[in-house]
């Protein structure tokens, strides 16, 4: 008898509520108590380090019955630690049939790992219909409904190219040069990261070629460094003027076709050779070489010569030293007065010992006569 009398009070009570509803159409909304919480697809949080690290996903709250109802939104799951999550309403009253939109904002930090993903779970709950309170609403009334969804964050790359030696390179025809290098992955997530000569297609145009190829690649963890690389240009191997181009590494990332690349610009300088003919196959001579081998062939004329006259010399003061030839002296004359100059006269003395008989001509004029 208890459970009939529950059973009999609990359906004048549904019928009290549903006498005001009892002259609304048969086209109209539900009579009972609903709500109705449907959001957009789940987030995908750009935190590049340029970025504002913010997204919003738009949600939608309805009433499908025919009675007012006060709604209330409230936050059931959020495990984000490096990012917040907030509403930007949390209530609604709404007429029958209405419907309301509201924000989901998720503000963050930049560089977040692309392997971080929070999960949410929102619930829309009716606080009142119909004017009464939802307190003096039977449990059978009671009414909701959730959303759950996923914040995840967008990958992108970010590459730095690391080469220590930056100068220019001189180089000479069939010359090969090697660049040595390494890349580091300031993206967030493992990335594929190459390394290429940019500008190939001018250099092999005007003549270089790449032995060790144009391109290197090699997976690269999260913040992480790539082994030692290497690649190499050779000049080509005929070169009719000086040359000098730019050669253009660059690193890129393969997860992002939109990251900026990291790039290190060398300049190649070639020289080409001279083209002044050689004598009997020899190279031609730079200026500077042909002063210097100019110099060098006047200094040993120069020494011959000395040698010549020194040899001269030595010739000419032999016969002086046989006994026989002292028998004639020249006479000196202390009386006579002397007319020519004291440095004329200390050659004379000098070189008087050298005459076979005495003679008024300079010692040095006979040596040059009889050369």
Same mark, same amino acid.
């Given at each position: 008898?208890?459970?009939?009398?529950?059973?009999?009070?609990?359906?004048?009570?549904?019928?009290?509520?549903?006498?005001?509803?009892?002259? *609304?159409?048969?086209?109209?909304?539900?009579?009972?108590?609903?709500?109705?919480?449907?959001?957009?697809?789940?987030?995908?949080?750009?935190?590049? +380090?340029?970025?504002?690290?913010?997204?919003?996903?738009?949600?939608?709250?309805?009433? +499908? #019955?025919?009675?007012?109802?006060?709604?209330?939104?409230?936050?059931?799951?959020?495990?984000?630690?490096?990012?917040?999550?907030?509403?930007?309403?949390?209530?609604?009253?709404?007429?029958?049939?209405?419907?309301?939109?509201?924000?989901?904002?998720?503000?963050?930090?930049?560089?977040? +790992?692309?392997?971080?993903?929070?999960?949410?779970?929102? =619930?829309? %709950? *009716?606080?009142?219909?119909?004017?009464?309170?939802?307190?003096?609403?039977?449990?059978?009334?009671?009414?909701?409904?959730?959303?759950?969804?996923?914040?995840?964050?967008?990958?992108?790359?970010?590459?730095?190219?690391? @080469?220590?030696?930056? #100068?220019?390179?001189?180089?000479?025809?069939? /010359?090969?040069?090697?660049?040595?290098?390494?890349?580091?992955?300031?993206?967030?997530?493992?990335? %594929?990261?190459?390394?290429?000569?940019?500008?190939?297609?001018?250099? =092999?145009?005007?003549?270089?070629?790449?032995?060790? !190829?144009?391109?290197?690649?090699?997976?690269?963890?999260?913040?992480?460094?790539?082994?030692?690389? #290497?690649?190499?240009?050779?000049?080509?191997?005929?070169?009719?003027?000086?040359?000098?181009?730019? @050669?253009?590494?660059?690193?890129?990332?393969?997860?992002?076709? #939109?990251? =900026?690349?990291?790039?290190?610009?060398?300049?190649?300088?070639?020289?080409?050779?001279?083209?002044?003919?050689?004598?009997? !196959?020899?190279?031609?001579?730079?200026?500077? /070489?042909?002063?210097?081998?100019?110099?060098?062939?006047?200094?040993?004329? @120069?020494?011959?010569?000395?040698?010549? *006259?020194?040899?001269?010399?030595?010739?000419?003061? %032999?016969?002086?030293?046989?006994?026989?030839?002292?028998?004639?002296? +020249?006479?000196?004359?202390?009386?006579?007065?002397?007319?020519?100059?004291?440095?004329?006269?200390?050659?004379?003395?000098?070189?008087?010992?050298?005459?076979? =008989?005495?003679?008024?001509? /300079?010692?040095?004029?006979?040596?040059?006569?009889? @050369?």
């Amino acid at each position: 008898m208890a459970i009939m009398k529950r059973g009999v009070i609990f359906s004048l009570v549904v019928v009290l509520f549903l006498v005001p509803l009892l002259s *609304v159409p048969a086209s109209a909304q539900n009579p009972l108590p609903a709500v109705e919480l449907t959001c957009g697809s789940d987030p995908s949080m750009d935190v590049r +380090p340029t970025s504002d690290a913010e997204i919003s996903v738009q949600c939608t709250v309805k009433n +499908p #019955t025919a009675s007012s109802e006060d709604i209330s939104i409230t936050t059931l799951e959020w495990d984000g630690v490096l990012v917040e999550m907030a509403l930007s309403e949390d209530s609604f009253s709404l007429g029958a049939g209405d419907e309301e939109n509201f924000d989901i904002t998720f503000t963050g930090q930049t560089k977040i +790992p692309a392997t971080t993903e929070y999960s949410f779970e929102i =619930e829309a %709950k *009716v606080d009142a219909w119909n004017g009464v309170p939802w307190g003096q609403l039977p449990e059978q009334l009671a009414t909701n409904d959730t959303h759950i969804g996923k914040l995840k964050i967008e990958t992108y790359g970010m590459v730095e190219l690391l @080469l220590s030696d930056v #100068t220019t390179r001189y180089m000479e025809p069939s /010359d090969e040069v090697e660049f040595t290098f390494q890349v580091t992955n300031k993206g967030n997530d493992l990335d %594929k990261l190459e390394v290429l000569f940019a500008n190939s297609a001018e250099l =092999e145009a005007a003549g270089f070629s790449f032995p060790s !190829g144009k391109m290197v690649s090699e997976n690269v963890a999260y913040q992480g460094t790539s082994g030692v690389k #290497t690649l190499s240009v050779r000049s080509p191997s005929e070169v009719t003027e000086d040359l000098r181009m730019p @050669l253009i590494i660059r690193a890129q990332s393969d997860n992002d076709a #939109t990251a =900026e690349f990291s790039e290190i610009t060398i300049q190649l300088d070639i020289e080409a050779p001279s083209q002044s003919g050689g004598i009997d !196959g020899l190279d031609s001579l730079s200026s500077d /070489d042909s002063l210097l081998y100019i110099s060098i062939g006047g200094g040993v004329i @120069l020494l011959v010569l000395f040698l010549v *006259v020194l040899i001269r010399v030595v010739t000419k003061k %032999k016969p002086n030293q046989n006994p026989s030839a002292n028998i004639q002296q +020249p006479i000196i004359l202390p009386d006579e007065p002397e007319f020519e100059d004291d440095f004329g006269s200390d050659l004379d003395d000098m070189f008087s010992d050298l005459d076979d =008989e005495p003679q008024e001509s /300079d010692e040095f004029d006979d040596l040059f006569d009889d @050369l």
